[in-house]
C-alpha cells in the first residue's frame, strides 16, 4: 500500500488528510504539521484473526500485588504501593522537583529489594549521581544510564528485567524507526507505546518524567496520557517549599488523591499532616482569614483563605487571585452584591490559598464568601472555625459530600465551630458546635450584622 503524507496537530495529536489553519479537536491555529505515517495498516481485513478469550463480569482475580517504597505520600498516591507491570506518567514545572522525586522514590524501591534502573536523557550519569550524594542516596542500589535511542535502552531493559525503571524525560527519546525530530507527537506517541507494550509484556513497572507546556498539562498528544496507567502532576510554586504530588488517573486506586512535600536542603521530605504546616501561626485572628475544610481525593485538609480588599482608583478595579478559579470567584462577587445587597463595586480585591496549595471544589464558596466579607466589614471570623458550603445562584447553601470526614479533620486539629449549609450530615461532629446556614444572607446577618 502506497504510504501518503498525513498532517498531525501537535498539540493535541489529532490526525488529518490534509492541512489546514485551524484544529478541530482543540481549536489551536497553526498547530497542524505534516508528518511521515507510523504504520499503512493492514492492506485487507479478509483474513481471519484468532478468537480472543471472553469471561463474564463476575469472575474472580485477585488484586495485582504492590510493592511499597517506605514513602507513604508516595504510596498512598499510586493507590497502595506500585504495581507491577504498570506505567505511569508524572508531569510538572521545570526544576518543581521531578527528578529528585523520582531518583529518592528509585532508591527507597532499591533499599525494599526491587531492581531499579534511572534512565537519563537529560543529564549525564555524573550529574545524576551528585544529585545523589546530596541526597544521601549512594548506598542505594539503583542502576544508572544516560541515552536517548530507545532502542538501546529497550534491549538494556530486556537483558536486566528490572522491576523498576525511570525514564527522564519521554520527551527525549527518539526511535529510529521513525523519521521526525525527538519531542514531536510521533516521537512521543510511538516512544511511549513502545514503552507501556514493554512494561505489559515482560511486566516491569516504568515511570515516564513529561514536560509540561505553560498552560501546564503535559507537552505532546493527549494519546499519551490514555495510554499509561497512572497520570501524576507534580505541583507547587517556586517561592513556597510545599510540594503537591496529585494523582488525576489511575486505574488501581483513586483519582484526585494528592501526597504533600516539603523542600529541604536534602531532598523532599514527607508531610504527613499537610493541614497543620497549612495553618500555621493562626492564633491571632485576623479580618480576611477564613480556615476552609477541603476533600482531596480520600483526604480531607484544611487550609487557610486569605482575601484583602482595598478603595480602587482604577476605572476598572482589580481581581486578583491565587488558588482559586477566578470565574468561581467573581460568581460569589456577583451573589454577594445581587442577593445580599453588599456591592463590591470600586474595591480592588485580592485573594490567596495560604501555602501555594490550590482549591478547585466548590465547597470552598463559603469559605471564600467569608474571607471576603471579613475583609470587607473589618471583622475577624473566629480561629476556632471552619467554614465549607456551595454557594447556589440564588444565594442557598447547598450541602457537599464527606461533611463528617471534613469536620473530624477539623476537630483533630482543635477546631470548636463549624458554619456549614442546612441539610448537611453531621453526626460525627463530636465536640464542635455546628451551625447550618440556609442561605447566604442568613450567613451573612449572623456573622457580620447585617444583610
Not at 536517548?148 to 536486566?160: C, G, H, K, S, W
Not at 515482560?202 to 498539562?217: F, P, Y
Not at 485572628?285 to 483563605?305: D, M
Not at 464527606?402 to 476537630?411: C, D, F, I, M, P
Amino acid at each position: 500500500m502506497k504510504q501518503t503524507a498525513s498532517f498531525t496537530c501537535t498539540v493535541c495529536g489529532a490526525a488529518y488528510r490534509k492541512w489546514a489553519g485551524k484544529c478541530d479537536a482543540c481549536g489551536g491555529w497553526n498547530t497542524i504539521a505534516e508528518e511521515a505515517p507510523l504504520s499503512t495498516g493492514p492492506k485487507s481485513l479478509g483474513a481471519k484473526g484468532r478468537p480472543i478469550p471472553l469471561s463474564d463480569l463476575a469472575t474472580e482475580e485477585a488484586a495485582p500485588p504492590r510493592a511499597s517504597s517506605g514513602i507513604d505520600e508516595l504510596d498512598r498516591v499510586l493507590g497502595g504501593g506500585l504495581v507491577p507491570a504498570s506505567a505511569i506518567l508524572v508531569g510538572g514545572d521545570p526544576g518543581i522537583g521531578k527528578s529528585t522525586l523520582l531518583l529518592q522514590a528509585a532508591a527507597s524501591f532499591a533499599r525494599k529489594g526491587l531492581k531499579c534502573l534511572y534512565i537519563s536523557g537529560e543529564e549525564a550519569s555524573a550529574q545524576v549521581r551528585m544529585r545523589a550524594q546530596r541526597l544521601g542516596l549512594t548506598d542505594a542500589a539503583v542502576q544508572l544510564g544516560a541515552e536517548t535511542n530507545l532502542r538501546d535502552i529497550l534491549t538494556t531493559l530486556d537483558a536486566e528485567r528490572p522491576a523498576l525503571a525511570v525514564i527522564d524525560s519521554i520527551q527525549t527519546m527518539w526511535l529510529d524507526s521513525i523519521e521526525a525530530a525527538p519531542g514531536s507527537v510521533s516521537q512521543v506517541r510511538a516512544s511511549a507505546h513502545e514503552l507501556v507494550t514493554f512494561a505489559k509484556r515482560r511486566g516491569v513497572a516504568i515511570i515516564l518524567v513529561g514536560h509540561v507546556t505553560k498552560d501546564g498539562q503535559i507537552a505532546g498528544p493527549r494519546v499519551v496520557e490514555h495510554m499509561v496507567d497512572t497520570v501524576l502532576y507534580f505541583e507547587g510554586e517556586r517561592g513556597h517549599q510545599f510540594r503537591i504530588l496529585r494523582a488525576v488517573k489511575n486505574r488501581f486506586g483513586p483519582a484526585d488523591e494528592i501526597g504533600v512535600f516539603e523542600m529541604t536542603g536534602g531532598g523532599l521530605a514527607e508531610v504527613p499532616n499537610p493541614s497543620a504546616l497549612f495553618l500555621a501561626n493562626r492564633d491571632q485572628p485576623a479580618p480576611g482569614s477564613a480556615v476552609f475544610s477541603g476533600i482531596e481525593g480520600t483526604r480531607p485538609v484544611l487550609t487557610e483563605i486569605q482575601a484583602l480588599v482595598a478603595p480602587s482608583t482604577l476605572a476598572s478595579p482589580r481581581r486578583t487571585v491565587v488558588g482559586l478559579d477566578s470565574g468561581r470567584v467573581s460568581t460569589i462577587l456577583a451573589v454577594l452584591e445581587a442577593r445580599c445587597g453588599i456591592p463590591f463595586a470600586g474595591l480592588d480585591v485580592f485573594l490567596n490559598v495560604a501555602g501555594g496549595f490550590r482549591v478547585s471544589e466548590p465547597a470552598a464558596d463559603l469559605a471564600v464568601a467569608g474571607a471576603l466579607l471579613s475583609a470587607r466589614e473589618d471583622v475577624a471570623i473566629p480561629p476556632d472555625m471552619v467554614l465549607f458550603g456551595e454557594i447556589s445562584l440564588s444565594g442557598a447553601l447547598r450541602p457537599v459530600g464527606q461533611t463528617e470526614n471534613r469536620l473530624k479533620e477539623a476537630s483533630k486539629l482543635g477546631f470548636s465551630q463549624a458554619t456549614v449549609p442546612s441539610h448537611s450530615k453531621i453526626e460525627g461532629a463530636a465536640g464542635l458546635m455546628v451551625r447550618q446556614m440556609p442561605d447566604l444572607t442568613t450567613f451573612v446577618g449572623e456573622m457580620f450584622g447585617a444583610g
